[in-house]
């Protein structure tokens, strides 16, 4: 049977960018299907998906939650949604266009050889973010290095969310288990994955900052990716993960 891979789209307030996106993705390759997840949004985001999922045939797939839940969890229902329903390839991606469609094609690439295939925006220290003021490209610069050393883990990007998994990658990790929400859940997936010893690869890619809608970064969501990573190395120490 031919491959198919599944873009998990997490949607809050990104009537703006969904329409555009949409078709942009679809158009990098013909294994590529979508799914978004929206958490009830209140600028009608969920709508606009249903209307794009019935414009785009089979390759566009709703999954509407009551309320906003957060990023971890959304990502965990678009990964069991995509389990049940046999999907060789499952991808990680934000609705505002930070991540360009353009790079799908090099995941899919990049995953014939890994389990886990993570977008890279510091590979070998060099920088690719485009647009993000220098306080925000700071923190998250330094929180890649603090959770690179504090983890062990020899990966230059722990918090980006753009990814792809292979269907054994998911089917190994324990999904139930996985509890942070936000930057945290990056960190936590990509750790889970390399303490089951699953081959991991990074590739460089381009992030722009959004130009339309609102960011959902939280102080609280910060302070969890503080917590989490010493969290994580306790939990692997005693033998937990
Ligand atoms: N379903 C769902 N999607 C969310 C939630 N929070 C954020 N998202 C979506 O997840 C993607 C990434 O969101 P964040 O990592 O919070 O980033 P952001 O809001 O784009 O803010 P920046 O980090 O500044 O780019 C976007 O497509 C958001 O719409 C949530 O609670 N539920
Ligand atoms: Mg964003």
Redesign the pocket.
């Known amino acids: 049977m031919a491959e198919r891979a599944l873009v998990v789209?997490?949607?809050?307030?990104?009537a703006t960018?969904l329409p555009g996106l949409v078709p942009q993705i679809l158009a990098q390759d013909a294994r590529l299907e979508i799914l978004v997840?929206?958490?009830n949004?209140p600028d009608g985001?969920g709508r606009i998906a249903d209307g794009l999922a019935a414009g785009q045939g089979s390759r566009v797939h709703v999954l509407h939650?009551p309320g906003?839940?957060?990023?971890g969890?959304?990502y965990l229902a678009g990964f069991r949604w995509a389990l049940e329903r046999g999907y060789d390839y499952v991808l990680e991606?934000?609705?505002?266009f930070?991540h360009d469609p353009a790079h799908l094609k090099q995941f899919l690439k990049a995953i014939a050889d890994a389990d886990l295939v993570l977008g890279s925006r510091y590979l070998h220290g060099k920088v690719t973010v485009v647009n993000?003021p220098i306080a925000?490209l700071l923190l998250s610069y330094f929180a890649n290095v603090y959770a690179r050393l504090v983890t062990g883990l020899r990966i230059w990007d722990l918090t980006g969310?753009f990814k792809c998994f292979r269907r054994r990658a998911l089917e190994t990790i324990d999904l139930d288990s996985v509890h942070s929400?936000?930057?945290a859940f990056q960190i936590e997936m990509t750790f889970r994955a390399w303490r089951k010893k699953l081959k991991l690869a990074e590739i460089p890619i381009v992030f722009v900052?959004?130009t339309e809608?609102?960011?959902?970064?939280s102080r609280a969501?910060v302070r969890e990716a503080i917590w989490t990573v010493p969290r994580l190395r306790l939990m692997a120490w005693f033998g937990r993960i």
């Not at 789209?9 to 990104?14: F, G, L, M, S």
């Open positions: 789209v997490p949607t809050y307030n990104e960018n997840v929206d958490d949004s985001t939650r906003k839940a957060g990023l969890t959304a991606m934000d609705a505002d930070s993000w925000r969310g929400n936000g930057y900052d959004r809608g609102h960011s959902k970064m969501i």
